[in-house]
Structures are given as C-alpha cells and as structure tokens.
C-alpha cells in the first residue's frame, strides 16, 4: 500500500487490516487503534502489554515499551554525568553539574568547592585553599588548615609542606572558682603536655568571708629543670575581695605544668587558672 487518507471511521473511509502490513505514509485525522505493535522506520513500539498512569514509552535497543519514570535513585544511571559530579536544580530547574566549582573527590574522600576543600589527610579533618586558578589542584598550590586532636592544636601547611602550630582557640586546662577546702597546698590545675611548647598561665582567686592567707604558685619543668613561679607570695594576708595576678609566660617539657594554692582557713579561698598553649 502507499498513501492512505483515514478521517472519522465510516462504513466507507474505514480500514481494516488483521494480518502484517508494511504503508509507506499514513495520515490518521481521528482515531488509530493497533492491537499488538508497530514499526516506524525499523523501530517497534510494544503496545501488547497496555499502559499506566506516568508511564512514557522506553527504548531498550530492539523496541519501546511502556516504562514506569522512576525519578534518580542509588544505583540509576544518569545520562551526561561526570564521575564526581555533584548534581544540583540550575536554571529552568534542570539538574546541572558545575565540576570546576563543586566536585566531590571519591577516591581520596575530598570535597572540592572552588577555592575550598575540606578532607582528611594523616587521621585528621582538613579544610584546603588553593589559588583558584590550577587545574587540577595540586599540593604544590595549596594552603591547609587543620585540628590535631593528639596535640590538641590547631595547624596550617602552605604549598605541600609540613603543619605547624599557629595557636591555640581553648585553653589546654582550666578550673573555675576551686573552693579549696582544706589549709594545705591544693592543685587547682594541672596539665601534662605531650611534647614541648610554650605556654601562658592565668590566675584569678578571691577570699570569699574573712581575711586569709594566700599563697599561689606556679610549677613546670623546662630545659634547666623544674621551675616555680610565685603568682601570690607564701602566706600573703589577703583581705575578702577579688584579685587578678600577672599572666606567667613559660616554655614546658612533656611534665606537669601545675597551679598550686593555699589558704590559710579552709573553704574561703576560690580559684579560677587556665592553662593555654601558644606560639
């Protein structure tokens, strides 16, 4: 057959064909109903099976069928992604990917976003800077920042190289208004650094109901030794009031670094002290 014309289905312009039959051009106006399939230009459209609410017409490579759209899910392949695109509602509201802005490095656990990076490198979370110009980022172009739990500072690395310490947020140790409830020389604090460093001491105390002796000192070990600084001299008669002392400035080993007090009645001398690492 070559062309046929089908408008509303009369007894007349009706057509009706039960076995195979190949048209070159058809035109249907009105309504065409198929029982099985059709081919349109060697593709097959699968009609046997019937259709559902949502469902679009599927190519699987031999023919189209009738396919429920499932939406993205884990595991589902998505047509023009790169590996490590992290998808995202751009203009129009189409899912886009931005690699050079926003890209998540699976090998390494690293998320890339522009200039910034966050990731883990040697056991500890790191966020990384580059210059925002080489592609692909190298450690040759880099500066990072990161938290070292074990000396419990934070750290910097410029250009690939070695972390250093470049300061500290919290003190290593501190106690708040220690009651000391006894007459005898007291730790109010004390912390053991794990390696050396150097390190400022602050004491603040107050004599809380009637006149006391005070004496408070500080104690660490340095290259010479141990070593004490008097923050408040043996047995100063202090009156009921607040007092702020001197910060001590020190060096420290891996020992103790200790503030000690006394008083001279019990449960009316309070003591706060921090102990803050720096550079």
Not at 236 to 241: C, R, Y
Request: overall charge negative; proline content about 2%.
């Amino acid at each position: 057959m070559s062309n046929y014309r089908l408008g509303t289905p009369t007894a007349v312009d009706s057509l009706v064909q039960t076995g195979t039959s190949s048209f070159t051009n058809i035109s249907v106006s009105g309504t065409a109903t198929f029982n099985t399939h059709i081919s349109i230009d060697g593709y097959n459209i699968n009609l046997s099976s019937g259709a559902a609410t949502n469902q679009v017409l599927q190519y699987d490579g031999s023919k189209f069928s009738a396919a429920t759209l499932t939406g993205l899910a884990i595991g589902n392949v998505v047509s023009g992604g790169t590996t490590g695109s992290i998808l995202f509602v751009g203009s129009s509201n189409f899912l886009q990917q931005d690699n050079a802005n926003f890209f998540w490095d699976d090998t390494n656990n690293i998320l890339n976003v522009h200039t910034l990076t966050i990731g883990t490198a040697d056991g500890y979370s790191y966020i990384q800077l580059d210059d925002g110009y080489n592609d692909p980022v190298s450690a040759a172009n880099t500066g990072r920042f990161k938290y070292n739990n074990t000396t419990k500072r934070f750290q910097s690395s410029v250009d690939g190289g070695a972390y250093s310490d470049f300061g500290k947020i919290a003190g290593e140790a501190n106690s708040s208004d220690f009651q000391l409830t006894t007459t005898s020389a007291t730790d109010v604090v004390s912390f053991t650094p794990s390696s050396s460093g150097n390190y400022v001491v602050y004491v603040f105390y107050r004599v809380a109901t009637t006149t006391t002796n005070v004496t408070i000192n500080v104690t660490w070990t340095d290259g010479a030794g141990t070593s004490t600084s008097v923050v408040v001299p043996t047995a100063t008669s202090t009156v009921v009031g607040s007092y702020n002392t001197a910060p001590v400035y020190i060096n420290a080993t891996a020992a103790a670094i200790k503030v000690t007090a006394t008083a001279g009645t019990a449960n009316n001398l309070y003591v706060s002290a921090s102990i803050v690492g720096i550079n």
